[in-house]
């Protein structure tokens, strides 16, 4: 059976609709995607997003430690300081994507649901004298996103959340809840994802709900954090990336740091060309309505050119977007067509992310 | 709620209302709400033809794109064009202005088909 997180009873209670995910039940949807969809880039959602994983790294080694597993350069944070990275194997592909939060005794590290058990496995291999917890089944992460979600969360939160800069976090009080609250998310927007202990997420949660519904807040499912992050062009593992992917060919060579010493996939990663790498990752823009997918084959010139990672219909842009991964030897300016269920559809390239959060909103 | 007491249903979600040689397709209310949020109908040409059980078009929504099947042969006569621009009619008001096709030279009444009642009960309505 699929796992729960602690909100479960209360996304039954407002009828959402459930799906597996990650090895967990949750929220597809409460309302439509479009409409969650929107919420978030106008005025704000909530999401449970407890299926995430955390690691907590602490003891003299866990620098050492972090530093081996993740291509980023960890030494660089400060205590409440969050980095982005990837954890790559021997071979230089891609284990996992994670956020590195420094905390005063150590690291953690947040990994996605459905590599938690070889995430777990793969850390515990290579965190030799080193205290390394799971803590996935205590902590709950609910995320607060969209143009009115700081102003909502700074009423109702004991210190000045606001002043936090985006990748940095603190501990304080959120409607009476002890939260690590960070400046993060993964919408394109601006917002804030709270870390709390799983027995009181389910208080929070009401209460965020109740306090936000002025500023019309609604719950959002997995089905509009997919759009809102295709949008925002931000990669989802095991779609957009895998064990036989370097971060080079999935566009992530900046989260890659040769320069701060050995880590695992070090010796890899320095022979490969970081701006010619095997495959290309682009984003394309499609002609009509129809989506392309993942796995759909992307053509040039009539030959096979590579593959849909994911794509959906942008509720923002009113069309079709996709991102791909080509072979690297596809030209730049190669005209590109994606096979949509044997219908060719004309594709352009252009700049990544889709979407970007007006300045100041 | 709507009459449906003129609408017959596939197992494949489908409706069709049969007036005479004449009929009128679309998709049930179980279906639209299973697809979610529709976002593209790939719908055929006025004047093919379609046949009982055959293809007859697809419909994407943002979670998934699957085939439809027309529950009667017949002449496609109308395609309703306020899809192209609206395509969430089928999921606002799926038995009325999210119809999709309007059919003549129907020379099956859809007697085989089910009836609501058959219908509600094979998706556990």
């Not at chain 1, 002043?163 to 400046?183: I, K």
């Not at chain 1, 096979?339 to 970007?356: H, K, M, N, S, W």
């Not at chain 2, 209310?29 to 055959?54: N, R, S, T």
Request: aromatic share 6%; proline share 4%; hydrophobic share 40%.
């Amino acid at each position: 059976m699929a796992l729960r997180t602690p909100l479960h009873d209360s996304h039954i209670a407002a009828g959402a609709r459930m799906v597996e995910f990650g090895g967990f039940d949750m929220p597809l949807q409460y309302s439509t995607i479009r409409e969650e969809h929107i919420a978030v880039r106008t005025r704000c959602g909530l999401f449970d997003l407890s299926h995430m994983g955390e690691v907590r790294f602490s003891g003299d080694r866990a620098l050492d430690v972090v530093q081996r597993l993740v291509t980023n350069d960890v030494a660089r944070l400060e205590v409440g300081g969050a980095l982005y990275g990837v954890m790559c194997n021997e071979a230089g592909g891609i284990v996992d994507d994670v956020v590195v939060y420094r905390e005063a005794g150590g690291y953690m590290v947040v990994i996605n649901a459905a590599c938690r058990p070889k995430d777990i496995a793969w850390m515990g291999d290579h965190s030799r004298d080193c205290e390394f917890e799971d803590i996935g089944d205590q902590v709950a992460l609910l995320a607060v996103q969209g143009p009115r979600a700081v102003g909502l969360v700074s009423r109702l939160a004991a210190a000045d959340v606001a002043e936090l800069r985006p990748f940095h976090s603190m501990d304080t009080q959120v409607a009476g809840v002890q939260a690590t609250v960070s400046r993060t998310g993964y919408t394109g927007e601006d917002g804030f994802e709270l870390y709390v202990d799983s027995v009181g997420a389910p208080g929070l949660w009401d209460k965020l709900l109740d306090a936000g519904a002025a500023e019309g807040l609604i719950p959002c499912g997995l089905g509009a954090r997919d759009t809102l992050r295709l949008e925002a062009g931000l990669r989802l593992y095991g779609q957009d990336m895998d064990e036989n992917t370097d971060p080079y060919s999935c566009a992530l060579g900046w989260t890659v740091k040769l320069q701060k010493g050995e880590f695992i996939g070090s010796a890899a990663l320095t022979k490969l060309d970081s701006k010619h790498p095997p495959r290309r990752f682009v984003g394309i823009e499609l002609q009509g309505r129809a989506i392309a997918r993942h796995g759909q084959q992307v053509i040039a010139g009539g030959e096979p050119a590579g593959e849909v990672t994911s794509g959906t219909y942008s509720f923002t842009l009113d069309h079709s977007i996709a991102t791909a991964s080509l072979d690297g030897e596809v030209p730049l300016d190669a005209e590109l067509a994606v096979d949509i269920r044997g219908t060719v559809a004309a594709a352009t390239v252009v700049p990544l992310p889709f979407y970007r959060r007006p300045k100041g909103a | 709620m709507a009459d449906l007491s003129n609408y017959r249903f596939t197992a494949s979600h489908e409706w069709v209302r049969v007036d005479g040689s004449k009929a009128t397709v679309g998709i049930s209310d179980h279906a639209q709400a299973q697809l979610g949020d529709v976002i593209f109908l790939e719908l055929p040409a006025v004047g093919a033809e379609v046949k009982a059980g055959a293809k007859f078009g697809a419909i994407e929504s943002v979670k998934a794109a699957s085939d439809l099947y027309a529950p009667v042969g017949g002449t496609v006569a109308e395609v309703n064009s306020a899809l192209t621009e609206r395509p969430e009619l089928v999921n606002s008001d799926p038995y009325g202005e999210g119809w999709m096709l309007r059919l003549d030279n129907v020379s099956d009444d859809g007697g085989d088909l089910l009836d609501e009642a058959g219908y509600t009960k094979l998706v556990g309505a």
